[in-house]
Nanobody
Framework: ALLAESGGGLVQAGDSLRLSCLST????????MAWFRQAPGKERDLVVV????????YLIDSVKGRFTISRDNAKNTVYLQMNNLRPEDTAVYYC????????????????????????WGQGTQVTVSS
């Protein structure tokens, strides 16, 4: 699958943005999709995953209640609605797909790491000024 993000930009603290990620090729509805982010000089962190079933897992506590992931299988698109943005949310945001079904199931839920995702977009910059 080829992934292309859009929707990033420069905003002020407290503003909102909606990121989109369009998937072409492959079978989008079969894939777990995720959003990662990478701040300057830091690791690329997994932010949130939405599985094929629609189950959602947030991996970063600070975004819970502010960020919402969703998917539209008819449009082959996954979204990240980001509200009440903070300067610490500044990063390049990447969408990714688990096209090889690598997510591990244990303790009653699926678990993902960066290595489970094998298709990546080019990233979109989100900058939040204070």
């Amino acid at each position: 699958a080829l992934l292309a993000e859009s929707g990033g930009g420069l905003v002020q603290a407290g503003d909102s943005l909606r990121l989109s990620c369009l998937s072409t090729g492959g079978t989008f509805s079969r894939y777990a999709m995720a959003w990662f982010r990478q701040a300057p000089g830091k690791e690329r962190d997994l932010v949130v995953v939405i599985r094929q079933s629609g189950d959602i897992t947030y991996l970063i506590d600070s975004v819970k209640g502010r960020f919402t992931i969703s998917r539209d299988n008819a449009k082959n698109t996954v979204y990240l609605q980001m509200n009440n943005l903070r300067p610490e949310d500044t990063a390049v945001y990447y969408c990714a797909a688990d096209t090889s079904f690598r997510g591990a199931y244990y303790r009653g839920t699926y678990h993902y790491s960066r290595n489970d995702f094998d298709s990546w977009g080019q990233g979109t910059q989100v900058t939040v000024s204070s």
